[in-house]
């Protein structure tokens, strides 16, 4: 069993920055890669935002590129996605997904719980 936590999210204003974290622990033999993805509203599907993976290439969706900096610390198996210049469209719940090699070498996926970014004045 792997669990994420989430944490950094809340209310800021326009142009305003948060910084999100996702820690795993569990059964993790090796992490594949990181990510972010958000959900802008009930129901719809989630955005994929950010990924890191373990060679600390990343990647970002065109919405958030220049804005949004995905980082990690492998030594606490923890991701990071500092938002900047954020805007009114940046509000949703942002989920964390872990990839991974479990202690069986099972290659599976994980998600967090989500915490939620409103950018609001």
């Known amino acids: 069993q792997v669990h994420l936590v989430e944490s950094g999210g809340g209310l800021v204003q326009p142009g305003g920055s948060l910084r999100l974290s996702c820690a795993a622990s569990?059964?993790?033999?090796?992490?594949?890669?990181m990510s972010w993805h958000r959900r802008q509203a009930p129901g719809q599907q989630p955005e994929w935002v950010a990924?890191?993976?373990?060679?600390?290439?990343?990647k970002y969706a065109d919405s958030v590129k220049g804005r949004f900096t995905i980082s990690r610390d492998s030594a606490k198996n923890t991701t990071y996605l500092q938002m900047s210049d954020l805007t009114p469209e940046d509000t949703a719940v942002y989920y964390c997904?872990?990839?991974?090699?479990?202690?069986?070498?099972?290659?599976?996926?994980?998600w967090g719980q989500g915490t939620q970014v409103t950018v609001s004045s």
């Open positions: 997904n872990l990839d991974y090699y479990d202690a069986s070498y099972y290659f599976t996926s994980a």
């Open positions: 569990g059964s993790i033999f090796s992490i594949y890669s």
């Open positions: 990924t890191i993976n373990s060679a600390d290439i990343t």
